[in-house]
């Protein structure tokens, strides 16, 4: 190193941040000169220069160097790694309890992750003291979360790191993203002396203190209870009674965004439905007359399905959340917990959209004497055995005179009666109800058996296809936006929504839609690159947006398209009634089987400990989301047994959503 370099300057330090961060093919030539300028007689005494020599031999062991540099140069770099090593360890080597203050407490801040990995690597946490080492790296400004990543450090330092984490109540937070956060950015460790009564204490105390952070107070709300951790029934209720009374004081002086959507009907509109979006609420308009002409049971039924589009494509239902829906500032900002179902804001206006259509629709049939649960009856009681001739299920409505907290209860376990029945129906042919009795338990909802073989598609884990979904329809693709005359919200809306010749595109994107192109799904005629191949477009569109596909529902190119993305290991068939997204729906809403932060509606009602003191308006919300479970899994069937007729040749009087496409 040279005299003129300024330690203390923070752009003039080299830092390897890995082959995959773009900043490393820019700071190649510094690290080179760095290398080239070092001298084994005048090697750097401060730990910043120490660990600036270290990361320029980091590049040059990644293979990070000049493309113009002479050959002979670039064997001269790689020669002087092993001295550099060599040099990096006798510094750290050399440190002592008395002269840590001193040699560690200017580290530059972009140093302390490579500071607790070399200290770790070369044995200085084993050799040194806990108090001189910890008070060192205190003033070296490195954080205790920052510290919980080195493995060793904390196994040296036991005893003084659990007091250093319980020394401050705002240090909770570090548990709390240790046990529960999903997708953390680097491995934490904790000292095996911290006991999950330790954590409790820690995480109470972090739930009365002065101001804890709404995110974390959600993550302990939501989380699941475990001895382990030391989060039991009590800390989630007082968690969850905190973040409710932040988010109340919140909106008591802050106005906040008027969003929403609201459901109405027009007795003067002719389409079926109209949707327009009055700043932010969505407004979707029913005409009258067509729920006047569409009373009768099947029609009602169809009307969930198609108009109020609860599965309006290949009888995949729309509701549940899939990752394509969430923004890319969705997935970064926040905290989502590892048990935590994954919602954002697209399936929040999904949620109220179904939520508020079952509302009007039920009160609109019910002004005309129709009662939807008998709607359902009719549909498993007669329907099923006059059109497809199948027998035995049972459907038992609630009473008429039944309050909501009855109707809940009594539509909880129809709907797991439902599910049993259709279960025994198709490992067996028939419905013997002794033997739904005493196999009585709850139900496993991504369990339920398909009559049909490979009923969905799903996409692997393999990078050609991963990559395919996400250059096509994910925001944060690299093909949306060419310049600011030529932008998308993703490829696809890029592609339709403009014209954009090839010889326009960036050469970082042109390798991705000659990919299209490969595949067949686009073409370059020229003058522009155009979609071409509905079909197998038609296919990804839907492992996009359900995350599956609906095999039986496709014509033969589609299908003929799946079956090549099966053989290049792109794909897998499996069969159940609900797709894997569908039922992780299912079981957010009802159980805890998945998932912390769900309703947990089912276990609740069942168990009796539904909420008491929000009174008849609560159990009327949770009705109609029961009711809207069980009509989403009343189509499923009637999707899944009208298909499987359909293929054995027994004739249906029922009309499938491909025959009303055509």
């Avoid at 290398?35 to 007689?41: A, C, D, K």
């Avoid at 993203?177 to 995480?203: G, M, N, W, Y």
């Avoid at 359900?546 to 095999?551: D, G, I, L």
């Avoid at 569908?582 to 276990?603: C, I, M, T």
Wanted: charged share 25%; proline share 4%; glycine share 4%.
């Amino acid at each position: 190193m040279t005299d003129d370099t300024d330690v203390d300057d923070v752009s003039m330090r080299l830092r390897f941040y890995g082959a995959g961060d773009y900043a490393t093919y820019w700071q190649s030539q510094e690290a080179a000169d760095i290398i080239q300028r070092f001298n084994p007689s005048a090697r750097p005494e401060d730990v910043n220069g120490i660990l600036e020599l270290h990361n320029a031999r980091l590049f040059v062991e990644a293979g990070f160097t000049p493309k113009d540099l002479p050959e002979a140069e670039q064997a001269t770099l790689t020669e002087a790694a092993g001295p550099i090593r060599r040099v990096v360890a006798q510094w750290f080597h050399a440190l002592e309890d008395e002269d840590l203050d001193d040699k560690l407490s200017d580290v530059d801040w972009q140093y302390h992750e490579h500071l607790l990995e070399l200290l770790a690597g070369l044995g200085v946490f084993g050799r040194c003291s806990a108090t001189p080492m910890l008070a060192a790296l205190d003033r070296a400004r490195i954080h205790p979360g920052d510290l919980l990543t080195s493995k060793r450090l904390v196994e040296n330092y036991d005893t003084q790191v659990r007091d250093l984490v319980l020394a401050d109540p705002d240090r909770a937070e570090l548990v709390i993203r240790h046990h529960l956060e999903d997708q953390v950015r680097k491995e934490t460790f904790l000292p095996a002396s911290l006991t999950p009564a330790d954590q409790r204490a820690l995480i109470q105390k972090y739930i009365d203190s002065d101001n804890p952070n709404g995110n974390y107070l959600k993550l302990v709300a939501n989380a699941p209870i475990d001895a382990k951790t030391g989060v039991d029934k009590r800390l989630i209720v007082n968690a969850k009674r905190r973040y409710d009374a932040q988010v109340k004081e919140f909106f008591a002086t802050n106005t906040g965004i008027r969003t929403g959507c609201s459901v109405s009907v027009s007795d003067t509109q002719i389409e079926p439905m109209t949707v327009s979006l009055d700043d932010t609420v969505i407004e979707y308009t029913f005409s009258e007359a067509w729920l006047e002409d569409t009373l009768d049971n099947a029609s009602v039924l169809n009307n969930f399905q198609f108009l109020f589009e609860f599965a309006p494509e290949d009888g995949l239902l729309t509701m549940p959340a899939v990752d394509s829906e969430r923004r890319g500032l969705e997935s970064v900002f926040g905290l989502d917990g590892t048990h935590d179902y994954l919602t954002g804001h697209v399936f929040a206006a999904k949620d109220l959209a179904t939520l508020s259509q079952t509302v009007m629709y039920r009160r609109f049939l019910e002004a005309r004497d129709i009662d939807l649960e008998e709607v359902l009856r009719w549909y498993f009681e007669e329907h099923l055995a006059s059109e497809l001739g199948i027998t035995g299920f049972a459907f038992t409505p609630s009473s008429s005179t039944a309050n909501y907290l009855e109707r809940c209860r009594n539509l909880f376990a129809e709907m797991e009666s439902i599910a049993t029945q259709y279960n025994l129906f198709i490992e067996d042919g028939e419905i013997d109800h002794d033997v739904a009795t005493a196999g009585a338990d709850l139900v496993r909802y991504r369990a339920i058996p398909s009559a049909l073989e490979g009923k969905y598609a799903y996409a692997t884990d393999h990078p050609e296809i991963q990559s395919i979904l996400h250059i096509l329809f994910s925001d944060q693709s690299h093909l949306a936006y060419v310049d600011d005359n030529l932008s998308g919200d993703n490829a696809v809306d890029l592609l339709v929504r403009n014209e954009v010749p090839y010889q326009a595109l960036h050469a970082f994107q042109q390798p991705m839609i000659d990919k299209l192109i490969e595949i067949g799904l686009a073409e370059n005629t020229g003058q522009r690159i155009v979609l071409t191949n509905f079909p197998l477009f038609s296919v990804l569109r839907s492992l996009s947006h359900h995350e599956a596909v609906a095999y039986h529902h496709l014509d033969q190119a589609a299908r003929a398209h799946v079956d090549t993305m099966i053989d290049a290991g792109w794909l897998v068939r499996r069969s159940t009634l609900l797709t894997e997204a569908e039922a992780a729906y299912f079981n957010y809403n009802l159980n805890s089987v998945d998932f912390s932060n769900g309703p947990k509606l089912r276990n609740k009602y069942q168990h009796g400990v539904q909420p008491k003191g929000e009174g008849e308006a609560q159990h009327q919300d949770t009705y109609y989301r029961a009711l809207r479970l069980m009509i989403a899994l009343t189509i499923k069937i009637n999707d899944e047994l009208v298909l499987a007729s359909a293929e054995n040749g027994i004739p249906t009087a029922d009309e499938t959503p491909a025959d009303r496409d055509s």
